[in-house]
């Protein structure tokens, strides 16, 4: 059977219980300033420790073996690209369609322009001529007349 308490009576009851126990003292401006300065610069340092540790890397490892290192670094970006770009279609796939439409849309164009180009003869094309001459034709005996209609007209 259990027994329901008083809002009251809980409250008094946990001020009681939790009377005992240490509060922390208000930091100082000081003390605030330090540690934002600290935070602030945190990320600096990461950059600088990153820096030394690659480079200590490098010197220390053959070269054959960074080729590998790299490697593996860029299968682990695609890796987490594909998986942030999944996370993304699957939350706005809207958006998504909507690139995919203008990446294709974009490809179109060029694919036609370039088609277009290449109809208009912009580019050399490669091969063998002869020149041949003018001459005049003669006329054969049975060659039609000029019709009143366009000796008028003339």
């Known amino acids: 059977m259990r027994v329901q308490l008083s809002a009251e009576f809980r409250r008094g009851l946990s001020h009681t219980l939790n009377a005992s126990a240490s509060t922390l003292r208000p930091m100082t401006r000081r003390q605030e300033n330090a540690i ?3 935070l602030n610069s945190l990320p600096e340092r990461a950059l600088e420790l990153v820096g030394s540790v690659g480079d200590g890397i490098r010197q220390a490892v053959p070269n054959s073996a960074i080729k590998w290192v790299e ?3 860029a299968l682990t970006a695609l890796r987490t690209g594909t998986r ?6 699957k939350r706005n796939p809207a958006v998504a369609v909507a690139a995919v439409a203008g990446a294709g849309l974009l490809w179109y164009v060029a694919r036609r322009k370039a088609k277009q180009a ?3 003869g912009s580019g050399a094309i490669e ?6 001459e003018a001459k005049r034709a003669s006329r054969p005996s049975t060659a039609r007349k000029r ?5 008028a007209t003339e």
């Open 36 to 38: 934002m300065n600290k």
């Open 71 to 73: 490697t593996g670094a």
């Open 84 to 89: 942030v770009a999944t996370k993304f279609v």
């Open 118 to 120: 290449e109809r208009n």
């Open 127 to 132: 091969g063998t001529s002869t020149r041949v």
């Open 147 to 151: 019709s009143s209609r366009s000796a």
